[in-house]
Structures are given as C-alpha cells and as structure tokens.
C-alpha cells in the first residue's frame, strides 16, 4: 500500500497562484501514474491532472492552461502548481497513486479555497 500525503492547501484570492505537494511513501516501487482529483461540495469528483512515471501528463478542460502538473521520481513526490485561481477551483484535492495491479491509493486531501 503507498501512503500518500498532501500539503500547501490554505485560502487565496482570485487570480492568485498555489502550489501543493504530495509526497508518497511505503510500497511505491512500480508507482505509475499520479495525480490530483478534486470534490467541491455538492459536486462529482473531477479529474484535476496526471502524469505517468516518464512525465506524460493529462488535464481537466477546467483547468487546462491553468494548472501545471509536475513529478519528482527521487523523492516520490508530485506537485500542483496553479495559476489564476477561480472561486470554483475551491475543493478538497485529493492526491492518488497507481500500481499496475492494485488498487489505487489516496491521500486524505487538502481544502483549497479560493476567495477574496
């Protein structure tokens, strides 16, 4: 099982920049993609970003151009960089981690929120 914890949530304003790491621990060997979903409340989970081992990434339309996905291998551990935050970017962003084989595993996630 990997362990996987978030950080760097907090409140910004509109228009401002954050960035949150995930870092993961325990059985990461064979970790393949990673990456960040979100769940405001009263809504679906939604894919944010992802990236796969070689540094493939993948984003959502809503935050395509906006956000910046980004993976250090060495250390375990992706980042979410972004950019012009909206107010409906405020969520819960749950980081996760695949391993061919098991199921995926989950942070606990970090409360972002985006006011003025």
Known sequence: QVQLVESGGGLV???????IPCAASG???GI????????????????????S???NTNYGDSVRGRFTISRDNARN???LQMNSL????????YC???????????????QVTVSS
């Open 96 to 110: 996760y981690a695949a391993v061919p084989g098991r199921k995926i595993d989950w942070g606990q996630g970090t």
């Open 27 to 29: 059985s990461t060997v």
């Open 13 to 19: 304003q509109p228009g401002g920049s954050l960035r």
């Open 32 to 51: 393949n993609a990673m990456g960040w979903s979100r769940q405001a409340p009263g809504k679906e989970r939604e894919l944010v970003a992802s990236t």
């Open 53 to 55: 081992y070689w540094g």
């Open 77 to 79: 551990t992706i980042y």
């Open 86 to 93: 909206k107010p409906d970017d405020t969520a819960v962003y």
